[in-house]
């Protein structure tokens, strides 16, 4: 059977950016909730599953530096060519999100995840990403999730997903964190089918 990085690494190496289920030309919506961010663009950001996002090159034409996660080195391969030159704010981590960070990054001010914690299916990983959040990200930062919700659909990339609603992103951070904003948002995946996404802000307020 194949790993999962093997199944992501195949993904990304039989298709175009723009062909990948998830790809997304616009990244407004993610840019919206980072507006509520005082200074985000002095902040280090954080992105688990980073894939090859257009985000990336948005997020660094404002200025942080940024740490970019995938399990896939293929992705990651990809993104560092298509950044080319442009890489001198970036550190780069290929490593499952569900098992602890153990590689020395700088503390993160700001989490974005989309699409990414709806793969983690197993509870052990699930708690495994949640911890790197509470172990990683600074008291008084923030964490974006942008997931299927539970309208969405069961699949994506061939894996099953575990949905998630508002209810459930605040019930795993705990009170830690607190919500900022959260809106619904119907994202037309590139055949043209509707896939429904909660996008949610939440603030980290204690320890
Ligand atoms: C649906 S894509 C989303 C990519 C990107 N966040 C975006 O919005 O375009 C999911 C990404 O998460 C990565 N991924 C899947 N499981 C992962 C895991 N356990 N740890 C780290 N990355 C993972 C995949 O390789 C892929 O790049």
Known sequence: MKSISDHWDTLFSEKEDCELGWYESDVSRTMELLEHIDGW????????????????????????????????????????????DDNHRTFWLCQDIAQTIQQKIPDIDIWIDR??????????????????IRSRLKIGGYGIFAEFSTTGAEKCAGLTL?????????????????????????????????????????KRIKA
């Open 41 to 84: 663009k002095n902040k280090t950001i954080f992105l688990p599953g980073a894939g090859t996002s257009i985000l990336v090159e948005e997020l660094l034409s404002h200025g942080p530096q940024l740490i970019l996660n995938d399990i896939s080195n293929e992705a990651l391969h990809r993104l560092k060519q298509k950044l080319a």
């Open 162 to 202: 575990h949905r998630y609603s508002v209810e459930e992103l605040s019930h795993r951070l705990g009170d830690d964190f607190q919500l900022v904003c959260n809106f619904d948002h119907i994202f037309i995946n590139p055949r043209g089918d509707e896939r429904p996404y909660i996008y949610t802000l939440f």
């Open 115 to 132: 699409a990414v914690l709806h793969f983690l299916t197993d509870e052990k990983d699930i708690q495994g990403y949640f911890n790197n």
